[in-house]
Structure formats: C-alpha cells, structure tokens
C-alpha cells in the first residue's frame, strides 16, 4: 500500500508562489511516475503536469505552461509542484498520484494510488 503525503497548499495573493510536496510512503518516487492533478470548484479534475520514473517532465501546457515545474528530489523521497506566477483560476485542491507507467501520464485513470488533496487559494 502507497501513501502519499501532500503540503505546501495556502492562501496567496496573485503573482505569487507557492511549492507544493508530495511525498510517498512505500514507495520510492525514482521508481515511480508521480502526477499532479487539480480540481476547481464546480469544475472536472484537471491534469496538471507529472515526472514519470524515468525524470521526463510533462505539462498541460495550456492551463500552467511555463508558470509550474516539478522537480524531483531523491535523497528526499519527494516531488515538488512549484507554482509561479499564481491566477485566480490556480484557486483548486491540488492532488498528486502515483502509477507504474511511464506514458499517458496526462490520463487520471491510469494512476494507482491517490494523495489526499491540498487546498490552494489565489486571491485577486
């Protein structure tokens, strides 16, 4: 069984930064594919971007391109989401997931095991 621990979530004002963490239990993230996903009020859970197991980055460009990185730190067992430049439409409960594969990781159903959420508020 995987766990995954997630922080970093608050309350900011526009045009600024927040890091969020995901750290999963049981599991080593360099043998793993870890994603981010996002869900708005009112609206469908959103890919955000992933580090596949073997350290290639991928983004939904059109929502976070070029504002978000992920980064993954070993020695840490943990992922990173760092979020620059924050909107209002960034206001969301931010999740990260696990999964063994290495493509499709813009895809929910794919992932085995989810985070519990942080909430982020961007205020304007």
């Known amino acids: 069984q995987v766990q995954l621990v997630e922080s970093g979530g608050g309350l900011v004002q526009a045009g600024a930064s927040l890091r969020l963490s995901c750290a999963p239990s049981?599991?080593?993230?360099?043998?793993?594919?870890v994603g981010w996903f996002r869900r708005a009020p009112g609206k469908e859970r959103e890919f955000v971007g992933a580090?596949?197991?073997?350290?290639?980055?991928?983004y939904n460009a059109r929502s976070v391109g070029g504002r978000f990185t992920i980064s993954r730190e070993d020695a840490k067992n943990t992922v990173y989401l760092q979020m620059n430049s924050l909107k209002s439409e960034d206001t969301a409960v931010y999740y990260c997931?696990?999964?063994?594969?290495?493509?499709?990781?813009?895809?929910?159903?794919?992932?085995?095991?989810w985070g519990q959420g942080t909430q982020v508020t961007v205020s304007s």
């Open positions: 580090v596949s197991w073997h350290g290639a980055t991928t």
């Open positions: 049981g599991r080593t993230v360099s043998g793993v594919s």
């Open positions: 997931a696990v999964t063994t594969r290495g493509t499709g990781l813009d895809k929910p159903w794919w992932y085995d095991y």
